[in-house]
Structures are given as C-alpha cells and as structure tokens.
C-alpha cells in the first residue's frame, strides 16, 4: 500500500536562498508524524509543499500515490493563528468547511457538536470568538478542520500562539480528539516536548537549507499523559531529539 505522503527529493529554492534541500520521507496512513526544527530551516514550506500551495523547485511529493500538483483535497489544515470568522458563532466556525464545499451544514452538524464536544467546547456553540480564550478558538479551529473527516491534517505550529500552559493542555486535547479520528497528522512544531508527547514519527530537520537529519520512532504507550512527562522514555527520547538539534549549533 502507498504511503499516505511520500515526500520525494523535495527541495525548494527562494530569491532569498534554497529553503528546503532534498527532503525525503514518508508518513504511513494512521500516523502521526511530526516534523521539528530550528525556526527558518524550511518547516512550513515543506507543510505547504505537501499541501500543494507551494510549487517544489525540484522532487515531489506524492499523497497515496498521486502527485500533488495543486492544492490537495480533502484536506485540512490548521494554523497558528486560529482565523475564525469574528462574526461567526464556535458552531458556524465549525461548519464553515462544509459550506465551502458547498455541502449542506445542518447535514454536518451532528459531527460538528461531536467534535466540539471532544474539543472540551460544550457550552460554548454559541460563543463568539472574542469570547473564547486562544486556546478556545484555536481548539474551535481544530474541529472545523476535523469537520469533513480530512484523510490528511496538516498543521502548522497550532499551538505557537499559547502560553506554555495553555499549549501543554492543548497537546494532551489534540491527543484525545486524534484518538477518537486517527487521521493521519503531519505536524510542524519547534517544542520537542510537544512532539515526542503527540507523534508516532519525529523527523528532524537541520537549520536553513532544511534537510531531513533524523528521525526517531516514538515507543511510548497511548494515551499519553502528564506522568509520561516524566517518563524514562520519554525524558530519554526529548534528551536524544535535542542533542540531535543542539549538535546543528543552534538553538
Ligand atoms: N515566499 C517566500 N519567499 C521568499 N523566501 C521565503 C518564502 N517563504 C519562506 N522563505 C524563506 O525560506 C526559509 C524557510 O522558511 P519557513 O519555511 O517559513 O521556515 P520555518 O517554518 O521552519 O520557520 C526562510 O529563510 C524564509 O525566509
Ligand atoms: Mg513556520
């Protein structure tokens, strides 16, 4: 069977320099992959290249086994800023996705009150985003992205904008709302603790051009939680990912 993404020799040069140098790797279906490294080494280009938003100079990426040559259906995608529409209530946010797909939200918005629900956002359908905590908004823009049953999520930095409490509590929600969907995640963050918390897979990329250095499989049990924090897995893992960023001299 295909990978779910394939990324291929991918490389991808700017006026400004050659931000992505000749990454591969693949992201088995289920999985959920994270991709870390120092900020400018090429993270949210790589993101955008597998989106299809941004053109690879060379190499490509393939989604089960179809070369992305526009943007990907189907799929979604979830930024550090939350963008929610300020007019919208945290349920029409949510269904926003269908209808730009032209689909019918009132078909969707079973799902919609599930997922926000999973989300710890019950109570708070109604809610507009400037009545929500960032944290809030940014779990409300999670279930819009979750609404059609994305076979790819992809996201970039989600939790950047959060304070290290908030972003903690958010990774073990994203844990609990991808264990009930298990769609197959690739995730950019520059928190090692955060990923070796939330992935399967950790690709590590080396400062700017960005190149694929390591990756490290994740053998911590599921569900994850603040005991495993401290874990002698987990602190040994953490210790590994940073020595292998630490030893790029930056950072
Ligand atoms: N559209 C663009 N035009 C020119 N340079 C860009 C563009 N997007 C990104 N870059 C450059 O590519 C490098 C990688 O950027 P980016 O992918 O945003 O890194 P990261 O997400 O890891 O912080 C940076 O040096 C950045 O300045
Ligand atoms: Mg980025």
Not at 144 to 156: F, K
Not at 200 to 212: C, E, H, K, L, W
Not at 227 to 240: G, I, P
Request: contains cysteine; aromatic residues 6%.
């Amino acid at each position: 069977m295909a990978a779910a993404v394939a990324v291929d020799s991918l490389s991808k040069r700017f006026d400004t320099g050659i931000a992505v140098d000749g990454a591969s790797f693949e992201v088995g279906e289920n999985e959920f992959v994270s991709l870390v490294g120092p900020s400018g080494c090429g993270k949210s280009t790589l993101l955008r290249m597998v989106s299809g938003l941004v053109v690879p100079t060379a190499g490509k990426v393939l989604v089960r086994g179809n070369e992305v040559r526009g943007p990907v259906a189907g799929l979604g995608m979830v930024f550090q800023a939350p963008v929610l529409l300020p007019w919208r209530t945290t349920i029409a946010n949510v269904l926003f996705t269908a209808e730009m797909r032209g689909e019918s939200p009132s078909r969707h918005r079973p799902r919609a009150l599930e997922l926000i629900k999973l989300a710890g956002l019950e109570g708070f359908e109604k809610s507009y985003p400037h009545e929500l905590s960032g944290g809030m908004q940014q779990r409300a823009a999670i279930c819009r992205a979750l609404l059609l049953n994305p076979s790819l999520l992809l996201m970039d930095e989600p939790f950047g904008a959060l304070d290290i409490i908030t972003r903690e509590r958010m990774g073990f929600e994203l844990q609990k709302i991808w264990s009930a969907t298990r769609n197959t995640v690739l995730f950019v963050t520059h928190s090692i603790t955060e990923a070796v918390l939330l992935s399967d897979t950790i690709i590590v990329m080396s400062a700017r051009p960005g190149r694929i250095k390591a990756v490290f499989k994740v053998d911590l049990k599921r569900p994850r939680d603040p005991k495993t924090l401290s874990n002698a897995r987990f602190v040994e893992l953490a210790a590994a990912v940073r020595d292998n960023i630490e030893a790029q001299g930056v950072e």
